[in-house]
C-alpha cells in the first residue's frame, strides 16, 4: 500500500510537473506579446508604397488581436532610406520595407526580385515569385544575410518618367542626368547616359534646381503628389526599366525564427493581402492622376521613340546575359526568371495580349 501510495505521489507530482510546463510553454506563446521596429526606404505615411508596410501593420495587430505590434519609421527617421538592408540584416531592426534592388551592389541576383529592364509584369512577376519557384530562390539568396523575404507590394507598370529636355533620339540621351536605379540604371548609362541614385525624398530638388535633368520614379499616382509636374516639363512613357516592380517586405531570421507559428501566419497573410492590395490602388489611381496632371498642370504627356526602345532593350539583353555570367547565383536566379518569362510571354500572345489588342481596337 505504502509503494502504491509513493508511486502515486511520484506520478501526481510528475503529472503536476508536466501540467504546468505545458501551460506555461503554451502561456508563453500565447500571451507574449511583440512590439516590433519597421524601417522603410519611403517618405513617412507617402500615398502607394509607403503605406503598404502601415497596413501590414494594422493587419497584424488585428489579426494577433494585440500580441504583435509593428512600429513603422519613415526613411531617415531611425536609419537613412538605403541601410533598411543592413539593420534588418544586423537585427537593430526586425523589419524593413523596401525594393530589393536598392541592394544590387551587396546581392546583384536581388534585382529580379523588384525588377529588370523588359522583365515580368506585376501579374507574372506575383505568378514566378509565388508559384513558380522564384520565392524559394529569393529566400536562398538572402539566407547569408540572415534575412526572410516576403513580397510586399507592387506598383505596376511604371512611367520612364520627368524630363526637361525632349527624347527625340539615342543623341538626346547622351550625357543626359538622369535618375534611374538598377539595371535601368546601367542601360542608360551604356546608351550614353549619367545613371544617378537618390532617395525619393530628394528628388524634387535635384531636378528642380538642374541637379539632374530628368527622374524616374513611380507613375502618375505617386508622381504627382511629389509635385514634378512643378519641375519638368515631359512625361515619358512605357516605364520599360520597370515594367512590374514588386517590393519587399524584409525580417530578420533570427527574430523570424523566435515567432511562433501562428504569427509567421499572420505576417506572411497580411503581407500577402497587402502585396495585392498595393497594385489595386495604383490601378484604381494612376488614370485619373494622369488627367490631372495633363489637363490641369499641362504635362506634355511622350512616347519613347521606338528606335531609343529598341536599343534600351538590346543593350538590356546583353547586360542581362552579362550579369548571369559573373556568379552561379545570379545565373540561378536568371534561368529560373528567363525561363519563365518566356514560357508566360507565349501563353499571354494568345491570352491577355490578344484580348486588349481586340478590346481596344
Ligand atoms: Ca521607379
Known amino acids: 500500500m505504502k509503494k502504491f501510495l509513493t508511486l502515486f505521489i511520484i506520478l501526481g507530482i510528475t503529472s503536476c510537473t508536466n501540467e504546468t510546463t505545458d501551460s506555461e510553454t503554451v502561456s508563453t506563446d500565447k500571451d507574449k506579446t511583440y512590439n516590433w521596429r519597421l524601417v522603410t ?79 515580368l509584369t506585376a501579374d507574372e512577376i506575383n505568378a514566378w515569385v509565388n508559384r513558380g519557384g522564384g520565392l524559394e530562390l529569393w529566400r536562398e539568396i538572402y539566407e547569408p544575410f540572415n534575412i526572410y523575404p516576403i513580397p510586399a507590394g507592387n506598383t505596376g507598370t511604371q512611367m520612364f518618367g520627368w524630363f526637361n529636355k525632349e527624347i527625340n533620339s539615342l543623341e538626346d540621351v547622351k550625357g543626359l542626368k538622369m535618375r534611374i536605379p538598377g539595371i535601368g540604371g546601367e542601360v542608360l548609362k551604356e546608351a550614353g547616359g549619367i545613371p544617378v541614385t537618390l532617395p525619393g525624398g530628394e528628388l524634387f530638388t535635384a531636378l528642380q534646381t538642374g541637379v539632374i535633368d530628368a527622374t524616374e520614379w513611380v507613375g502618375p499616382y505617386n508622381d504627382l503628389t511629389f509635385g514634378f509636374h512643378q519641375a519638368a516639363k515631359y512625361y515619358y512613357y512605357p516605364g520599360w526599366h520597370e515594367p512590374g516592380p514588386m517590393l519587399e517586405l524584409i525580417i530578420n531570421l533570427d527574430e523570424w525564427n523566435s515567432l511562433p507559428k501562428h504569427l509567421q501566419v499572420i505576417i506572411e497573410t497580411a503581407t500577402k493581402a497587402v502585396n495585392q492590395d498595393m497594385l489595386d490602388e495604383y490601378l484604381a489611381k494612376n488614370n485619373q492622376a494622369l488627367t490631372e496632371l495633363v489637363e490641369v498642370h499641362g504635362v506634355e504627356l511622350r512616347r519613347l521613340p521606338d528606335d531609343v526602345i529598341e536599343e534600351f532593350k538590346t543593350i538590356s539583353d546583353q547586360i542581362l546575359e552579362e550579369l548571369a555570367q559573373e556568379d552561379e547565383t545570379i545565373a540561378k536566379v536568371y534561368n529560373s526568371y528567363k525561363s519563365f518569362k518566356e514560357d508566360v510571354s507565349e501563353y499571354h500572345k494568345i491570352s491577355e495580349d490578344a484580348f486588349i489588342e481586340a478590346r481596344n481596337k
Open 41 to 119: 526606404s519611403w517618405p513617412k505615411n507617402y500615398p502607394g508604397l509607403g503605406m503598404a508596410p502601415e497596413r501590414i501593420a494594422d493587419l497584424v495587430e488585428e489579426m494577433s488581436d494585440g500580441q504583435m505590434t509593428i512600429t513603422v519609421y519613415g526613411a531617415e527617421e531611425q536609419v537613412p532610406a538605403f541601410g533598411v538592408f543592413d539593420a534588418v540584416s544586423s537585427g537593430s531592426h526586425q523589419m524593413g520595407h523596401s525594393g530589393g534592388y536598392f541592394w544590387k551592389g551587396k546581392v546583384p541576383a536581388a534585382q529580379f526580385f523588384t525588377s529588370v529592364p523588359f522583365g
